[in-house]
């Protein structure tokens, strides 16, 4: 089965490591709507665990193993780390 745009966009971001509310903040959406993303690429995929899923995401091309985030994606996710932690201090 295919994926679609965004959920190959959601298991690239994953299978670098991000979590699920730091691709929400990256790509900007919820972090429910990037959850069901990653559960319905994942079902296609036939995998069960984030390891199955960044090892298929390598396999068909989605992300490879010298794939890093770029300045966007970096920069975004360093903003969204910066208001989690001054949260933590309030």
Same mark, same amino acid.
């Given at each position: 089965?295919? !994926?679609?745009? /965004?959920?190959?966009?959601?298991?690239?971001?994953? %299978?670098?490591?991000?979590?699920?509310?730091?691709? $929400? $903040?990256? !790509?900007?959406?919820?972090?429910?709507?990037? #959850?069901?993303?990653?559960?319905?690429? /994942?079902?296609? !995929?036939?995998?069960?665990?984030? $390891?199955?899923?960044?090892?298929?995401?390598?396999?068909?091309?989605?992300?490879?193993?010298?794939?890093?985030? #770029?300045?966007?994606? %970096?920069?975004?996710?360093? #903003?969204?780390?910066?208001? #989690?932690?001054?949260?933590?201090? /309030?």
């Amino acid at each position: 089965m295919k !994926l679609t745009s /965004m959920e190959r966009r959601v298991v690239r971001l994953v %299978s670098l490591g991000c979590t699920v509310k730091q691709v $929400a $903040a990256i !790509l900007g959406r919820s972090v429910h709507t990037v #959850d069901n993303h990653k559960t319905r690429a /994942m079902r296609k !995929l036939g995998v069960h665990n984030l $390891a199955q899923l960044t090892r298929e995401a390598i396999k068909l091309g989605i992300t490879s193993l010298e794939d890093r985030l #770029d300045s966007r994606e %970096s920069a975004l996710l360093k #903003d969204v780390e910066s208001k #989690d932690s001054s949260l933590l201090k /309030m």
